[in-house]
């Protein structure tokens, strides 16, 4: 009889039991392997008659009317005076459950019914020997005849992180050219809470957390929770006086979100991620990027992050074949992958006022269609891409003249415009049919390889009035865009998916799950891009962060670079360029193109190696390392800028000291006569040449043999 299932990961195991009484699930032990087994948790003798059980009890998974008092991640309106539901596991003894496991992957799903016999609610935990991240997940079917239940919370897990009673919780935020800003705050009892209403994951914060043992000596354990979901979300952590855990809860966004299911419909969560770390936050975001690398991208090769030329901030919406093949002329010169047409290109779009929604050539710009330009750009050894909004659609359009009906709208009260645009309705069926039908029309009228998918604003009075399903809107929204990114997968396999929202407002697991790269931000400025990028590392993978280089200054952070530090900065992820090329010198150009190759020589360690941050953005020197690629060559790359271009100061004392070196082996450092042990690298450090310019350098140590 089993009543505890272990789920090993990567390094360490993740343990469940049932409840003594068979109402719920508990964590037992999250962390690295026991190998004398681990006892099952139990209520604790308590002086203090004030709690009960339920409340101080690590539940999986807590539902009102299980727990009565504490947090619940799940709340259910029946319609009468009965809220909430109390769970009996649908096999008492647990003989039944077992974890399967096949091809390393290992899976547990525990099901409970309630009182009544009206629900259903299924418990999914699923780990990966490749990685460290526990998946998680419920389903809740209505299993009545005749009572529709709504759902006013339907959160995707809690997880009752054994790290003491308070936390540091670390988390990003931002806003628009700011995405990814680190913050933290030591949470004592109470509650943090983070997300979006936006109806996408939002500028504002990004649906992850780490959060770390506030206890003296252990301060070393941490943990990382995301939530998995494109749609509105929330994420919070909370410290309470009872237990000795804090809890992080998330799921659907539980102000703008209520579930309906009607008798026999089932509602399926998003999947929230957890990972463990015995080494801190940095463990934790290394394990992120383990198990987007070898789990969520569908390949690393870089045909599916190639070298892209935008020509946004060159043309913006002034789109004439002419003046792009000029661009690609010396796009090809450079040497880049492919060539994208930002937007601009299709009917009606001159400006941002007009054109949204009628996704075919604009005639007057391109009277033969995109085919003429597409082949010249082929023909100069480029592949060819597009940007296209598909949800969004200007009043100023055939399709709104069309399908007035088709965008969000609360009814009696005004359309909400943002950037003179609305939001179409991916809750109606036919909508998300015409979406992917207009995709099919775009990718079949010209050889396009690659497609920039954007969302500029955020959704406003979403729902349906009068449909039952109406306020899970936010729910069906990201299920439709996720069903039109699955077609594009399917049927157009060659297609590279880049997902931007004004930026990173797309910036998510769940939309990383299915696409190949995100455009994190509109801001290109050298010095702010860089702060951006390292917050977005700090739980994003390198592979898919796109960055370009272009002649912005910035925002914030005006003070001059080289333009090798703008490539620098632009090679961090998936370089790009989005300058105007034909502002260049010819030196410029040179320069560019050798940049380039060297990008081109060392993406395989960039995409797919450790990455490790070495300070921050805006210290005197900051670097990234890429270390361990999959290429097995050993090779190791720091990125390095400085901040300091006062070279007046001992330039000697700029090291860095790379840390996935071996610690035995020995390196060359690439263009100076170095040889370093690993073990010296990472302790005393080395040198910075700045070879390549005053104020950044590329190292590239490969080893000795
Ligand atoms: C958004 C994107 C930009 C660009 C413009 C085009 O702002 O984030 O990169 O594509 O739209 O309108």
Redesign the pocket.
Known sequence: MSRQWTLPTASGQYVVSLLPDSSGLVLDHWGATIDDGVEPWSEPDRRDQYRLPADAAPLEFATAGQRHVGFSELLIDRGDSLTGAAWHCSDPDGSSVEVIRADGRTALAVSFEDERGELRLTLRVATDDLHDVVRRSIRLDNISDARTVTLPRAFSAGWALPVGQTATVRYLAGR?AEEFTPKSIDLDWGTFSIGSRAGVTGLAFSPVVSVASRLQGRENEAYGVALAWSGSWRLQAEATSSGDRVRVSCGLDDDTTTITLLPGETFDSPESLGTWSASGVEGVTQAWHTYQRSTLARSLDPYFRPIVY?S?FAT??DVRIEHQLQLAEIARQLDVEIFVV???WFAGRND?TAGLGDWRPDPVKFPDGLRPLADQVIARGMRFGL?I?PEAVNADSDLFREHPNWVYRAEGRPLVTV?NQYVLDLGRDEVVDWVEQTFREVLSSAPITYI?W?M?RPVSDGGRPGDPHGRQWSLQHTAGYYRVLRTIREEFPHVVMET????G?RVDNGSLALSDVF?P??ETGPRDRLAIQHGYLSAYPAYAMSSWITDDPGLRDRSAVSFEFRFVVAMAGALGVGADLLGWTPDQVKRAAELIALYRELRPVIHTGTVRRHGLPSDDTYAVEYASPADGSGRLVVLVYDHNRDRTRDRERVRVRPAGLVPTTRYSLRGTDLVVSGQSAATLGVVVPFALAVDADILVFDPVT
């Open positions: 628009w935008n946004w913006e919406f930002d937007d601009g941002d940007w909004e950037r920039k954007d500029n931007c929202g004004a930026g407002g455009w931000s509109d």
